[in-house]
């Protein structure tokens, strides 16, 4: 089968996916030193400011978070189901679960956008209108915001990124571009979205659960 | 669908399941007061939600050494990198800004 072929650089197609998967684990290991020195910055914060951080973090919509935590779970499972089901041939299978983990990332940032528009209405943004209505914890608290905004806004980036991948691969894959969307290309953009899911599963209780059983 | 892919989606559908069992647990258990034992719990389990979701969704279990490598020494670095900046931070005490009115005269302190 012609989707089965490896470039000529390498001797065999195992090879070849091998060589793609190390290219896609070293991509997010610099990945990680991209999101590292938000998370550093929320841990200085966190850990000299521990009153104010817990009170700004109690004005974050936790139900809406839990709900696109929830969301992007259950979008990391759908893609792994693609990512097998494209492995085993089962195209359709597959264009089906693409379509669905696409429209679940898409629900999250439509979520997302819910949560900002509250903020902004709140005047939590940290911009020139910014207001605390604790004003003991304003400035921690705007530090926590700024976090917040800066964090969640690269990770919904990230997401878009990866929902345009998805997409692509979905419409190549029911058009019949077999070649185009192989089981190498779909896992690897599955491993970016695995990713992604994983750094806000530490987003999620840094930013929504801190503090809310005190205050 | 063949015994094997069945099989696969089921174990992918038993991780979800115990990840949406996590999600339940360190929501819930955030509304507890178990002071700085909220933090470790919450920490905790997105550790292992993490882990679930490398180990299992992005194949670590089955994956090559170098894979294995690659994946552990990101995260020592990343370690490396919050030791030697909490160092950093941890071994200074806060100054307020210059520009900043002292509260009290600072010769009311010392007596001198």
């Given amino acids: 089968m012609s989707e089965a072929m490896h470039a000529a650089q390498f001797d065999s197609a195992a090879q070849q996916e091998e060589a793609a998967t190390l290219g896609i684990w070293v991509f997010l290991a610099t990945e990680l030193m991209f999101f590292g020195p938000l998370f550093f910055g929320y841990y200085y914060g966190r850990s000299h400011f521990p009153d104010g951080f817990a009170a700004a973090s109690r004005h974050t919509e936790v139900m809406l978070g839990t709900i696109n935590t929830a969301v992007l779970l259950t979008s990391s499972m759908l893609m792994a189901i693609a990512g097998?089901?494209?492995?085993?041939?089962?195209?359709?299978?597959?264009?089906?679960?693409?379509?669905?983990v696409a429209a679940l990332g898409i629900a999250f940032l439509v979520i997302k956008g819910i949560e900002y528009r509250h903020e902004w209405q709140e005047r939590l943004f940290p911009g020139a209108g910014f207001f605390f209505p604790e004003h003991q914890h304003a400035a921690a608290a705007r530090m926590f915001y700024f976090l917040y905004f800066g964090m969640t806004g690269l990770h919904a980036l990230h997401l878009t990124i990866g929902i345009v991948m998805v997409l692509v691969f979905a419409l190549g894959l029911s058009r019949g571009a077999r070649r185009f969307a192989n089981a190498e290309r779909i896992e690897v953009a599955a491993l970016y979205w695995h990713f992604v899911d994983a750094v806000w599963i530490f987003l999620y209780p840094i930013l929504y659960l801190v503090g809310r059983s005190s205050g | 669908m063949t015994n094997l892919e069945s099989h696969a989606y089921r174990r992918i559908v038993l991780v979800w399941i115990a990840l949406m069992a996590l999600l339940l647990l360190t929501f819930g258990s955030a509304y507890l007061k178990l002071g700085a034992w909220n933090n470790a719990i919450n920490l905790g389990i997105?550790?292992?939600?993490?882990?679930?979701?490398?180990?299992?969704?992005?194949?670590?279990?089955?994956?090559?050494?170098?894979?294995?490598?690659v994946a552990v020494i990101a995260l020592l670095m990343l370690a490396l990198l919050f030791g030697l900046s909490h160092t950093d931070y941890a071994t200074r005490t806060m100054q307020r800004v210059p520009w900043q009115t002292p509260p009290k005269s600072q010769n009311a302190e010392g007596g001198g």
């Fill in chain 1, 84 to 100: 097998e089901a494209r492995k085993a041939n089962a195209t359709r299978l597959a264009t089906r679960m693409l379509l669905l």
């Fill in chain 2, 46 to 69: 997105a550790a292992v939600k993490a882990l679930l979701v490398a180990v299992f969704f992005m194949h670590l279990r089955s994956a090559s050494t170098m894979l294995r490598i």
